[in-house]
């Protein structure tokens, strides 16, 4: 079992362990949502991806910035404040290209990828990353993913690159 963060975490209502029907146990009592920026660079496309600390869930591998949302919360909106807290993610200079949803009977994760439309300087800005940093996405599948991330990471990948 992860240990607690060593500092101050952005804490609110929906923060805590939900026991799904499915039989798996998931963060957020009101769902999750994380955010995968995308840019073109001279090499392709990349994306900012964040390394999680240790005593997190599945700590040390790669994922999106993301978590729990708040009570009522858009998962939209979810997924921008939580890179935004976690990454600093500048909301200012992306634009939303399309949502995923894993939909499970009482829990649901939404992936919202956007287009960076403007500079973006991602980097720890909160005690939940390693690292945060632009990933070619052809490199992405080299780095040890999040379990979640990685059975996802085909069906993102290409709606990431159409974007």
Known sequence: MPQGPPGRLHRQPGDAWLECRCGTRHWGLHGAAGLLLVRRS???HEVVLQHR???SDQGGTWGIPG???AP???PVAGAIREATEEAGIDPEHLEVASTHVLDHVDWAYTT???RATGPQDPRP???ESEA???VATDAVQD???HSAFADAWPRLRGAAERH
């Open 42 to 44: 001279d090499a392709g």
């Open 132 to 134: 945060i940093a632009w």
């Open 72 to 74: 009522g919360e858009d």
């Open 67 to 69: 978590g729990a949302l």
């Open 143 to 145: 780095l040890p993913l």
């Open 125 to 127: 800005t909160d005690p």
């Open 112 to 114: 919202v990828i956007a």
């Open 53 to 55: 600390v240790s005593w």
